[in-house]
């Protein structure tokens, strides 16, 4: 395997951090033993502290914190799981599942996340 095709530049590491919003990302076949409903598990976790956070800034007047932003690639038996999680939790706004990608892309998606 090639690893330098993963290597992030400094112009690009730069692109991401000036960004409003982190992107957080699996990628892969959605399977029981991926265990991928951990992923929307603390997927509410975070988004949940996030906003009690950004609530405790606004009251102190403070700047708001980036914006969290999943992504899931891949499709599988768990998928229909994790949309109904998502559903349950009321976090379906941060999620974007993207369904089977061609190979070509994952290079790019590497470096996304």
């Given at each position: 395997m090639d690893i330098d095709r993963f290597q992030t530049t400094e112009v690009?590491?730069?692109a991401k951090t000036h960004s409003n919003e982190f992107i957080i990302g699996f990628i892969?076949?959605?399977a029981p033993e991926k265990n991928v409903g951990l992923f929307i598990l603390t997927?509410?976790?975070?988004?949940?502290t996030q906003i009690k956070?950004?609530?405790?800034?606004?009251q102190k007047n403070e700047k708001n914190e980036k914006k969290?932003?999943?992504?899931?690639?891949?499709d599988?038996?768990?998928k229909t799981?994790?949309?109904?999680?998502?559903?349950?939790?009321d976090i379906v706004e941060?999620?974007?599942f993207k369904g089977i990608i061609s190979n070509d892309i994952y290079d790019m998606l590497y470096m996304l996340f």
């Open positions: 690009e590491i730069r892969g076949r959605l997927a509410n976790y975070l988004i949940k956070r950004n609530f405790q800034n606004f969290i932003r999943f992504h899931v690639i891949g599988g038996p768990m799981h994790m949309l109904q999680l998502c559903v349950m939790f941060y999620f974007e």
